[in-house]
């Protein structure tokens, strides 16, 4: 697999980062994962801009261009042969001797991107049969918004579903849902489907811009305003979205059915716009 490291393109067994690189040491980076659908990219500018965001936020610089991104995206795809798969990019501050406070500004950022195959990524059977889900308490730091390599906590909670027999587990924090541990999280009751409204509580989701313009397209009702375990052990249906799952149904919180324990008709009907508008505005 060929891999990208700071403007050179290698094979993954020469690449090689400094073991004094912040975001191995502090956790020091943000990254993106971007869906490839028939060898395009999905939300490509979406996931761009968010990135520039995380890096403000943290007091960074966008090191590459819109364009020069979207080159190395395309490079790696076609050179690792990717149909369907997944590009991951990762920037950090660089490296410096091991210090809290930030190096100089002028030292050279890490830039990482590698791809994954995912043959079938948009026929998963998990689109067909849903997940299962627990909840576990939100015990994340308070800036989720920026989307940093701090992801211990959502790979904790990932082993706390997978030792309970499911998925994955959605945050709760003030008796309210927050998000997944990599996607957020929706409940449909009635005619109206319910998310999280943006703040620093969780990550603006990309998907989740997408699908909720989509959703408003096709007439369906969407508030945007926090919701609990009681309403989502209630609802009709429930699912998730990111950009490596797209939508997917949840038939199951805590050991107890949603609804009636199988995908619902909304998430189904938001699969099919948001993998049908996608392919399409892929590039
Ligand atoms: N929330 C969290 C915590 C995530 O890690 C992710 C994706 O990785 C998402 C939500 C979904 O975001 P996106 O749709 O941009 O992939």
Redesign the pocket.
């Known amino acids: 697999r060929t891999v990208y490291v700071n403007g050179d393109y290698l094979p993954e067994e020469d690449a090689k980062i400094s073991v004094f690189d912040r975001g191995f040491l502090f956790a020091d980076g943000v990254y993106?994962?971007t869906s490839v659908l028939g060898g395009k990219i999905l939300?490509f500018d979406?996931?761009t801009v968010?990135l520039e965001r995380s890096l403000k936020e943290l007091g960074m610089g966008m090191p590459l261009s819109r364009d020069e991104l979207l080159a190395i995206h395309r490079k790696l795809v076609a050179d690792n042969g990717i149909d369907d798969g997944l590009v991951y990019l990762q920037i950090t501050r660089g490296a410096a001797d091991r210090d809290f406070a930030y190096p100089d500004p002028d030292t050279p950022q890490s830039v990482v991107l590698f791809t994954q195959s995912k043959p079938g990524l948009a026929e998963s059977p998990m689109a067909k049969e849903g997940m299962k889900i627990i909840s576990i308490p939100d015990e994340r730091w308070g800036r989720?918004d920026i989307?940093t390599v701090q992801?211990l906590y959502?790979s904790m909670g990932k082993m706390m579903a997978k030792a309970a027999g499911a998925h994955d587990a959605w945050m709760t924090e003030d008796g309210h849902v927050t998000?997944?541990?990599?996607?957020?999280a929706y409940i449909v009751k009635g005619n109206t489907i319910v998310t999280r409204h943006l703040g620093n509580e969780?990550?603006?989701?990309?998907?989740?811009?997408?699908v909720l313009r989509f959703a408003r397209e096709a007439q369906m009702q969407v508030e945007e305003r926090a919701f609990t375990l009681d309403e989502a052990a209630e609802a009709d249906e429930a699912f998730i979205?990111?950009?490596?799952t797209f939508v997917m149904p949840v038939v199951e919180l805590d050991g107890a059915p949603i609804g009636t324990g199988r995908p619902g008709p909304v998430a189904a009907r938001l699969r099919e716009i948001y993998l049908d508008e996608s392919r399409k505005a892929a590039i």
């Open positions: 993106e994962v939300d979406g996931h968010r989720r989307k992801l959502p998000e997944g541990t990599s996607n957020n969780i990550l603006h989701g990309i998907t989740r811009a997408a979205t990111s950009a490596s």
